[in-house]
């Protein structure tokens, strides 16, 4: 059973509650009190954080991981609360997604309050961590090019990862990966988007540093929506309009025109000199 | 539609560009035989050609244009020189020669050439006058005071006034 391995528990309290739902309610409590990072969320908040682990809890203990780890990311949203992290790390790990886990983990043990969290948790969490390093990859980016307040978004493998303030990775400064090739894109409004194929290897940092190039004036025009005008028909292909062939009969007009006044000689010049009179002989 | 009008005016442009240059033929609409005459430089104040067909032909016309323009002519000058039936005196070729004159009629410069032609074709010739020709006879030319001497074509000699003075006068 899964919910009896990844129980919980919170600093002093040091409660391991078989319940899932009581556990993650309690020990998310206890610890948003110590955590001095965190901003004090309201009330309504609270109450709504609280409903969302008891569901995520509730999930666990029926074995629905994913949904658990939906629950506790939404709860995240509201409430930024490190203990949550650990959970969303067990949850993930055992989901297979050791990337995503090993992300909460190192969140996790870098904002956890060490005087409220149990010295065994935060070993636990640290074991994994080192685990995680050693297994998987890890890719840190770092762009630049462009105005400081600008934050460029990074996909890995076509999904939303992170945003990159000042350029750069927030902390722990890098993402974990599974081992292996991986589309890395990095865009930013009104610069050039950025795409590379990255190889990651077990155990190994990998550093990206790139630019983004602002797009040009005829780039813009190009990937820009043309203003269409009522007056177009939409979908009415150029060759179906009235004055493109008005155009083509036009041209075609002139062009023989110009042609025939050509053949006629209308183009032709007489060398320059003088004609004199011609001398008749005899004898 | 930009495209098409450039395309246009390209075509256009290279029509006018690329039409034929037309060179006169002073031999056009003449049936017997004619030598259209180019004559592609000369003396910059010509006003007049004089025209002679040698080999004994002539011409009631042998000027021009017919009267004395205002301004200088301007090369290239072309011209024909018309031929009546050829007689049997004809010899296939004709040489004829052309001095530009100035304003007062003196002549500035001269040319000579020989064409063949035959029956009632058409030549066309281009010729540049040069300098007049130099009518004095060259110094080895010129007859020696001792007439006896067969060969004119041999420089005189010192010894050769010797021998003139011959008392005898007779020839050697």
């Known amino acids: 059973m899964v919910s009896a391995r990844v129980g919980l528990s919170c600093g002093s309290l040091g409660v391991l509650c078989p319940c899932w739902a009581a556990a993650v309610l309690v020990t998310a409590l206890a610890c948003s009190v110590g955590a001095a990072e965190t901003a004090a969320p309201s009330d309504a908040v609270k109450q709504q954080v609280r409903g969302l682990i008891r569901e995520a809890g509730q999930k666990m203990d029926r074995g629905d991981l994913a949904g658990a780890a939906a629950q506790l990311e939404q709860a995240r949203a509201l409430w930024n609360e490190p203990t949550l992290d650990y959970n969303l790390g067990t949850v993930y790990g055992d989901l297979g997604q050791h990337s995503d886990a090993a992300h909460a983990l190192a969140r996790f043990l870098k904002h956890a309050d060490r005087s409220v969290v149990t010295a065994e948790r935060i070993d636990d969490a640290e074991k994994r961590l080192k685990d995680y390093e050693r297994t998987l990859g890890r890719l840190s980016v770092r762009a630049s090019g462009f105005s400081g307040a600008a934050e460029p978004s990074l996909f890995l493998d076509g999904t939303f990862r992170s945003k990159l303030p000042s350029g750069v990775l927030p902390p722990p400064g890098f993402l974990f990966t599974t081992p292996g090739s991986h589309g890395l894109r990095v865009s930013l409004a009104g610069s050039r988007e950025y795409a590379v194929t990255v190889e990651t290897r077990s155990g190994e940092l990998r550093q990206v540093d790139l630019e983004l190039f602002p797009v040009s004036s005829s780039e813009a025009t190009l990937f820009n929506e043309p203003e269409k005008t009522p007056s177009q028909p939409e979908g009415t292909p150029y060759y179906k309009r009235w004055w493109f062939w008005t155009a083509v009969a036009g041209g075609t007009a002139i062009v023989l025109g110009v042609v025939g006044a050509a053949a006629a000689g209308s183009f032709d010049r007489t060398a320059p000199g003088s004609i004199l009179d011609p001398i008749d002989v005899a004898r | ?172």
């Not at chain 2, 002073?26 to 049936?31: G, L, R, T």
């Not at chain 2, 003396?43 to 050609?49: A, G, M, N, S």
């Not at chain 2, 090369?75 to 070729?93: C, N, S, T, V, Y």
């Not at chain 2, 009629?105 to 066309?124: C, T």
């Open chain 2, 1 to 172: 539609m930009k495209s098409w009008l450039r395309c246009l005016f390209v075509c256009a442009f290279s029509a006018s560009l690329f039409g034929c240059t037309t060179v006169p033929d002073p031999c056009a609409d003449y049936s017997l035989a004619c030598i259209g005459v180019t004559v592609e430089s000369g003396p910059p104040d010509t006003y007049q050609l004089m025209v002679r067909v040698l080999d004994g032909y002539g011409s009631v016309t042998p000027l021009t244009p017919r009267k004395t323009p205002r301004e200088p002519l301007v090369f290239p000058l072309r011209f024909a020189i018309r031929f009546e039936e050829f007689d049997r005196q004809h010899r296939g070729k004709v040489v004829f020669e052309i001095a530009a004159l100035d304003l007062a009629g003196d002549v500035l410069g001269q040319v000579q050439k020989m064409v063949e032609i035959h029956y009632s074709e058409k030549r066309a010739v281009s010729v540049s006058i040069g300098p007049p020709f130099d009518l004095a006879v060259p110094e080895d030319l010129r007859p020696l005071f001792d007439l006896s001497r067969p060969d004119l074509a041999t420089p005189p000699t010192p010894d050769a006034g010797a021998d003139a003075a011959s008392p005898d006068g007779g020839p050697s």
